[in-house]
């Protein structure tokens, strides 16, 4: 008998043994026994290691100095980068089905952190071409900024892509070897890929004239060796050097970036508009949704990045730069409203459309109403369109910060709602759909989120990303 | 035989004679199965995946997984509660799969065979195949870290002159059918002719046609079967058109971003000075 002969070559692991114990024991065995080994690693290592960093940081920046509210805030991101690890190792040891909550819903949260980060570095980008593309100098004092944190927000995006992915390390090599023309994919992941490339250049040439000035004045002899290395100062008197320090190829960079990250941005909205069994993601809209998203985003996460820099740092804010801030408040609350219309567009075209009514009464009316209402319309675009336009009125820049965060909050909850509503048809069409993340989603989603919030802290105190003409310097 | 199934049944499929003659399909009869699993645990035996506990029991439902290509599920006609049906459900090898135009490191292949083949050496586990099926088959093996489905046995095919696929072999009733496609066609007509009762042969019209054929009381939607719409985009041409409408949303964001440097140029500092 074929069942016979399957029962004999089947995994008896999965049989119940003689010490069956329930699950969420030997799950609480686990976590417990596993807690106490990093626990103890981390502080058998932990003092000694956390004064290197500090004694190797003092070494970079000899002001560098510990404040009470940078250690909270450095505390807390690494707390949650000790969550992000710990899921991350759990998941590991055990299997990545521990990051899943359906396996009828395979993108989860990890994708939503993805697309939040990943649009928010795009429309960076796009709001970064403002300043070398269209010549709009005031744009330029906030360059090294924006594509600091473009090119840090898109890495760690990719790295939520890295850790669901169940072979990432065969990602670059045939999607080299063997790439699918057709796939929305492959066509995404190469122009990230060159999007990434194009704006590290773009980095390095913002920064290098400050980094040449500092590496007269670094103390330690390798560190200024490798500092007159990344800048090239060898070649300064030269014609490369003329060539580097030319505004043209600052612009043609620019508009090289430009170019790159908003077709990659389309193509990630056609990695969703591209599925037609997925009645909410297919068709036209969701490219051209994803632009204006984008937009919002980005605009938002500069914003909060820019006011929540010179409030830690203490620094005050330069009159032109407070009044560029006011203007991107505007400039956010008119993209809020563009946003909110296409929304309104689509979710009632929908209605009139046979197989899209079911996707789109899900959000209007059905289990995912509450978040839609709340967290979309409400925190995403109402409350900060009204913040923000009495914010720039009054100029208060509280008022602005608190926009910016409730935009980013309900764009990343609205990246949920949609990547998991989106899946909703047809597979799960009775079932209950809406489910809160799991615990280790949501570790991993903080580790990532942290790691990125720590990454641009260190940027913003060791490199010289505070808003500057880029040319002055 | 019901009207509407009559032209079904008799209606030409699209291109199910057009194809090559060495392109084979599948025939589900579900009709004459009996729901006794031995199709699922021939596939288990031939592609070495785990049973779990009970899943092999007649009745007891089953879902598919990078463990189970195959499952066999009662299935209820919701117009009729007194029609109760095991269905074999499986990959419907699509003729144009869109798992295939998805996949970006080209890990799945549509054989001239008919059947389509994941790559397991090759798949990243991107899991963008299942959101493009119209069926949602292939499902992600959490141990192999890859997306696994049922390949039509393409590995039995070549190696002995015409070998059925596992499933096939071991259907001790006659409810599953392999043969080449034109045939396995003529099957179906003659088997749905012949059977009392309104009858739907799901394959002509789902997803642009699939390799298998599967004879259904009523149609898939009402047994609980998901409704695949009639044409998956496949080809680049319609891609484009969905990615184009980006790019016109690209350059009218250009177009609105010059617009707004130029009615402000007003409020930049001509001297090109820091401002303190």
Not at chain 1, 96 to 103: D, H, K, M, S, W
Not at chain 2, 124 to 148: L, N
Not at chain 2, 247 to 261: D, E, H, P
Request: charged residues 15%; proline residues 5%.
């Amino acid at each position: 008998m074929n069942t016979g002969n399957n029962m004999r070559n089947a995994n008896f692991d999965r049989m119940p043994s003689k010490r069956h114990y329930p699950l969420w024991v030997r799950a609480a065995a686990f976590h417990i026994r596993m807690a106490a080994a990093v626990l103890a690693a981390a502080y058998s290592a932990g003092k000694q290691t956390v004064l290197k960093i500090f004694g190797i940081l003092r070494k970079i920046d000899p002001e560098f100095d510990l404040s009470p509210g940078f250690l909270f805030w450095a505390g807390g991101l690494f707390f949650f980068l000790l969550l992000g690890g710990y899921a991350f190792l759990a998941s590991l040891l055990t299997s990545i089905e521990i990051l899943e909550f359906a396996v009828e819903i395979p993108w989860e949260a990890l994708i939503a952190t993805y697309v939040f980060l990943v649009t928010a570095g795009s429309g960076l980008c796009v709001i970064n071409a403002l300043g070398p593309v269209f010549g709009m100098r005031r744009y330029e004092i906030l360059s090294r900024r924006t594509v600091f944190l473009s090119l840090t927000s898109i890495i760690f995006g990719m790295s939520c892509i890295v850790l669901h992915l169940g072979h990432p390390e065969r990602l670059p090599i045939y999607n080299a070897l063997s790439p699918n023309f057709r796939s929305a994919i492959s066509w995404m992941g190469a122009l990230y890929s060159i999007y990434l490339a194009v704006v590290a250049v773009e980095l390095w040439l913002l920064l290098r004239p400050e980094l040449l000035v500092r590496a007269k004045r670094v103390r330690p002899e390798a560190g200024r060796r490798l500092l007159l290395l990344l800048t090239l100062a060898k070649f300064e008197s030269g014609h490369l050097g003329k060539l580097l320090r030319d505004c043209k190829l600052g612009r043609l960079v620019g508009i090289l970036a430009f170019i790159s990250g908003i077709s990659a941005l389309t193509m990630l909205g056609s990695v969703f508009a591209h599925t037609e069994s997925r009645p909410l993601w297919h068709g036209a809209y969701y490219p051209i949704y994803f632009l204006v998203s984008a937009l919002f985003s980005g605009c938002a996460l500069l914003l909060t990045a820019m006011i929540m820099s010179y409030r830690f740092t203490g620094h005050v804010i330069p009159p032109r730069v407070s009044s560029m801030i006011f203007e991107m408040a505007q400039l956010l609350a008119v993209l809020l409203v563009a946003g909110l219309g296409l929304t309104a567009y689509r979710l009632s075209a929908a209605l009139y459309l046979p197989r899209m009514q079911a996707p789109a009464t899900l959000l209007l009316s059905g289990e995912f109403s509450p978040v839609f209402w709340i967290f979309e319309i409400g925190l995403m675009t109402i409350m900060p369109v009204l913040t923000l336009f009495w914010a720039s009125r009054k100029k208060s820049l509280a008022g602005v910060l608190s926009g910016s965060l409730a935009v980013l909050t309900g764009a990343l909850v609205m990246r949920y709602i949609f990547v998991v509503g989106g899946q909703a048809y047809p597979v799960l069409a009775t079932d209950p759909v809406f489910q809160i993340p799991t615990v280790f989603e949501i570790m991993l989603v903080c580790g990532a989120l942290g790691a990125f919030c720590m990454i641009y802290t260190l940027g913003e105190r060791f490199l010289p990303l505070m808003d500057a003409n880029p040319h002055q310097a | 035989m019901a009207g509407g199934s009559l032209a079904a049944v008799l209606g030409f499929p699209r291109s199910g004679f057009a194809r090559a003659a060495g392109s084979y399909g599948k025939l589900v009869d579900t009709g004459r199965c009996i729901g006794c699993k031995r199709c699922m645990s021939a596939c288990k035996r031939w592609n070495k995946l785990h049973v779990e506990r009970d899943e092999l029991v007649t009745d007891r439902q089953t879902h598919l997984s990078g463990n189970n290509f195959v499952v066999v599920n009662l299935r209820v006609d919701a117009y009729n509660r007194h029609e109760r049906t095991y269905v074999h459900w499986t990959c419907q090898h699509c003729e144009k799969p869109a798992c295939v135009g998805v996949c970006p490191v080209s890990a799945i292949q549509k054989l001239p065979q008919g059947a389509v083949v994941i790559n397991e050496k090759k798949c990243i586990g991107c899991r963008y195949c299942f959101q493009a099926c119209p069926f949602k088959v292939p499902r992600f093996d959490f141990e192999k870290r890859v997306t696994r489905k049922c390949h039509l046995c393409y590995n039995r095919i070549p190696l002995l002159n015409y070998m059925k696929p596992a499933c096939v072999a071991a259907c001790p009733v006659g409810a599953l059918y392999f043969n080449y496609k034109h045939e396995v066609v003529k099957e179906a007509k003659r088997r749905a002719y012949r059977r009392q009762g309104s009858t739907y042969i799901m394959g002509f019209e789902e997803a642009g046609g699939t390799e298998i054929l599967t004879i259904l009381p009523a149609r898939p939607e009402r047994m609980g079967l998901i409704a695949a719409p009639g044409k998956v985009i496949n080809q680049g041409l319609q891609k484009i058109r969905i990615t184009a409408s980006g790019i016109m949303g690209a350059s009218v964001i250009a177009a609105g971003m010059y617009l707004y440097a130029d009615k402000t140029r007003d409020r930049d500092d001509p001297t090109d000075e820091y401002g303190q």
